[in-house]
């Protein structure tokens, strides 16, 4: 009869599926920063909400993208 592991295996030190997880650099921005948006095209953050958003001007229209700004790069 088999019976269902409640635990994970674990890895052999020299293990090559023995892979540190990385976190993903956070992205940080400042006021001025021109940006490029995969949907809005080129702006400038004018507003800086710590750790939830950014205001930003891409000319004809104002958005307030979330953190974690998916889609959204600094130049």
Do not use: C, W
């Not at 019976?3 to 994970?8: I, L, Q």
């Not at 400038?44 to 001007?57: C, H, K, N, Q």
Request: glycine letters at 6%; zero cysteines.
């Amino acid at each position: 009869m088999n019976r269902s592991r409640a635990t994970t295996r674990r890895q052999l030190p020299g293990s090559p599926f023995n892979v540190p997880t990385v976190a993903p650099p956070v992205k940080v921005f400042a006021l001025d920063d021109r940006v490029t948006h995969d949907k809005y095209g080129l702006g400038r953050v004018i507003a800086v909400e710590e750790g939830t958003a950014v205001l930003v001007d891409f000319g004809p229209r104002t958005e307030r993208i979330l953190e974690p700004y998916h889609k959204l790069y600094k130049l």
